[in-house]
């Protein structure tokens, strides 16, 4: 079965520490990435995408994510954490065989000051 | 506006009863997809339109939802004899129709089955 994987739950970062999100994917093929931000009682906000080319891509508010094919992963990262990034971030992934977009779980960032 | 638009924001609702909620996509993108989000969940496959037909069904939950899109714009979905199962957030999102595009959502309806 397709599926994405956000193994943490919830991140904690300092202000100002570098930040990781976590996000393993199970799909046929190549399939386009992407990355979503929600923050309360907000509809769910593009970030930034991977289609092909290079495996860093750069996206919206600082946050970039690097494609790793052999890893089957696609991590979200952000050099240094603001306290206002702290929102649940989501990973998603559309298979080349269907216009599904499949979610994770979801990551609850929090930044502390 | 230039958004995806969703009506109602909430809804209250009697097990049992009928809902149809709203989706009004940006204007001029084919693509239009439905998703439930429950709490602490990942927004969930519900239902995919190409235009007017819907393309994809496969995550509708069983045959009390039904969804159309009759001139390949605004979409509603309804839901019959409503469960307490079903209070979720239901959210809405359109894409202008190529795969490699980023889909935009809408603020999301919060239902609720008391």
């Known amino acids: 079965a397709q599926s994405v994987a956000q193994p943490e739950d919830q991140v904690n970062v300092a202000e100002g520490n570098p930040l990781t999100v976590k996000c393993t994917y199970s799909v046929s093929g190549n399939p386009y990435l992407f990355w979503y931000v929600q923050y309360p009682n907000r509809g769910l906000q593009f970030l930034l995408k991977y289609i092909t080319g290079d495996n860093l891509v750069k996206g919206s508010y600082g946050f970039e994510a690097e494609f790793n094919k052999s890893q089957t992963s696609f991590h979200l990262k952000k050099p240094s954490a603001l306290v206002s990034d702290s929102a649940l971030y989501f990973c998603a992934v559309r298979p080349l065989n269907t216009d599904k977009l499949i979610f994770g779980t979801g990551t609850r960032l929090q930044v502390f000051p | 506006g230039a958004g995806v638009s969703q009506t109602p924001s909430n809804k209250v609702t009697e097990k049992g009863k009928y809902v149809e909620l709203r989706c009004d996509p940006i204007?001029?993108?084919?693509?239009l997809y439905w998703y439930r989000q429950s709490l602490g969940q990942g927004p969930e496959f519900l239902i995919y339109?190409?235009?007017?037909?819907?393309?994809?069904d496969s995550g509708l939950p069983n045959d009390r939802f039904f969804a159309v899109r009759p001139e390949g714009s605004v979409s509603t979905l309804k839901i019959q004899r409503t469960e307490r199962g079903d209070s979720a957030v239901y959210l809405c999102?359109?894409?202008?129709?190529?795969?490699?595009?980023?889909?935009?959502f809408g603020q999301g309806t919060r239902l609720t089955v008391v």
């Open positions: 999102a359109s894409i202008p129709g190529q795969a490699n595009t980023e889909a935009f």
């Open positions: 204007s001029g993108h084919t693509a």
């Open positions: 339109f190409q235009g007017t037909g819907a393309a994809d």
